[in-house]
């Protein structure tokens, strides 16, 4: 079963043998390029790649003569493989052992692992791959990053310095929840910025330009509900004081409505010059003559 298993039956068995050149042999090659007995070698035949191990080598240490090298497949009913395979594999895992902890290099190894019975972690403990969950430290020790299953949930966390609250969250649908300040673009561009006090948007140049909501302002009346800019003129806004509504334009209230009260300020004109009367919502009797508002009644 599997690609990797060199005993597949619907795989050929393929034994070839050879002269090599030793390349170990060559100051510029070195150990490197030694090859030694359960190596995996890979011969190409036409168009066909093999990936067999060495099974015998024959030197001639008396003569000129390159070694000969056999190749194939061994079998794991060869007891003198089964010997060597695992023997190899003690040695292996006593080189690249880091001492009493009993933890493996890993840059040492290539394939797969299992993750969850052995968790790994990069040499400097700042990220951990435990199962299906990849946590990143800062140099604090403090947790920044989470991705993976969290609670049975595969989520994507992010958090702040001091490692406790999360400033972005995506859920496994997608949803994202943003804590911290959400920006369009840096301070160099046009750009919307999302707080906790609203929206602010800026051309490139700094100035407000666009949408602006929940808008601390100077005027001592709490906060404007919405605020439309231009090149840093507040051309239109809607402000909430608590015990009204305002519409104003550039700064100037052209029309408020309280608990109590509707009022306009200012010259008021229909279109087209209307005339006549018209009754409001509240009962109040509008006589209009040319366009302009004669009385309220």
Partial sequence: MGEDNENRMDTPQLTITADV???????????????????????????????KRIIGITYYPYSAQQPTVTIGSMSNTDPFFVVWQRGNLLNTIKKNSTGTSKKIKTKYFNGK????QNPVQSKNERLLLDGDLLVIEDSGGKRRINLG?????????????????RTIYINEDGD???????ATGTEDEARTVIDKNGI???DSAGNRYGLWCNEPNSYGQRYADFSIYCEGQNIFQVYNSLDGISLRYKNNNFLSHGSSF???YGDWGFENGASGSFETADGKIITVLGGLITDIS
């Fill in 21 to 51: 050149i030793d390349l170990a042999k060559l100051a510029e090659y070195g150990d490197f390029y030694k090859i030694a007995l359960g190596d995996t070698v890979n011969v190409k035949e036409n168009d066909t790649m093999h990936h």
């Fill in 113 to 116: 692992l299992n993750s969850t």
């Fill in 149 to 165: 299953n969290v609670d049975g949930e595969f989520v994507f966390e992010i958090y702040g310095s001091t490692g406790k609250k």
């Fill in 176 to 182: 994202i929840t943003i804590t911290g300040v959400f």
């Fill in 200 to 202: 602010q948007s800026y």
């Fill in 262 to 264: 509707t009022k306009g």
